[in-house]
Antibody, heavy 123, light 109 residues
Framework: QVQLQESGPGLVKPSQTLSLTCIVS??????????WSWLRQHPGQGLEWIGY???????YSNPSLKSRLTLSVDTSKNQFSLKLSSVTAADSAVYYC???????????????WGQGTLVTVSS | SYVLTQPPSVSVAPGETATITCGGTNIGTKRVHWFQQKPGQAPVLVIY???DRPSGIPERFSGSNSGNTATLTISRVEAGDEADYFCQVRDSTSYNPFVFGPGTTVTVL
């Protein structure tokens, strides 16, 4: 059974960097069959895709966040990470990591999700 | 960028059928995915590629897609189906490839 688990601080001060890690079990991030992604959801709102990373380190990010976003993968620890710099209150949200399937066939979808972690940006 | 529309809410009695729509220009040319999200929980994939069900998803959940509307149908609705439902497609014309609908809250009366 594939499981993803986000970890990181729940409170970040404005202008600082938000750092989250997603630990994967039941699958290998280096299998090459999937991409690994981050999404977020502001309270009471819909889902926003943040970016994804492949085991090789190739990344692709939401243009609205790209200038502040760093994605990385650690195949030895079977995990991937997100760093979002210069955060503001607008970055307060529940952050999810997820596995992406179907990339090679077009129309990819998120088939496994972490439970989500609430990050609040406040001084 | 591509925009998806969904009705804010759908109410249905237990045992009846819930129909949730996802509108988009020529969405029938895309493959639509559907997620269920219960309060305080992560989204769960319930339909992918318009009508395929992941393992563990009841047959009561089905999907279709044609023209400008994709549809998620929940037959014989149960109290446990009460949740928000989101549709999602890939937008190959945008730098943001993953587009989500705003979500529909299904209330079981």
């Amino acid at each position: 059974q594939v499981q993803l688990q986000e970890s990181g601080p729940g409170l970040v001060k404005p202008s600082q960097t938000l750092s989250l890690t997603c630990i994967v079990s039941g699958d290998s991030v280096s299998s090459g069959a999937y991409y690994w992604s981050w999404l977020r959801q502001h309270p009471g709102q819909g889902l926003e895709w943040i970016g994804y990373i492949y085991y090789s380190g190739n990344t692709y990010s939401n243009p609205s966040l790209k200038s502040r976003l760093t994605l990385s993968v650690d195949t030895s620890k079977n995990q991937f990470s997100l760093k979002l710099s210069s955060v503001t209150a607008a970055d307060s949200a529940v952050y999810y990591c997820a596995r992406i399937s179907g990339f090679n066939y077009g129309d990819p979808y998120f088939d496994y999700w972490g439970q989500g972690t609430l990050v609040t940006v406040s001084s | 960028s591509y925009v998806l529309t969904q009705p804010p809410s759908v109410s249905v009695a237990p045992g009846e059928t819930a129909t949730i729509t996802c509108g988009g220009t020529n969405i029938g040319t895309k493959r639509v995915h559907w997620f269920q999200q219960k309060p305080g929980q992560a989204p769960v994939l319930v339909i992918y590629y318009n009508s395929d069900r992941p393992s563990g998803i009841p047959e009561r959940f089905s999907g279709s897609n044609s023209g400008n509307t994709a549809t998620l149908t929940i037959s014989r609705v149960e109290a446990g189906d009460e949740a928000d439902y989101f549709c999602q497609v890939r937008d190959s014309t945008s730098y943001n490839p993953f587009v989500f609908g705003p979500g529909t809250t299904v209330t079981v009366l």
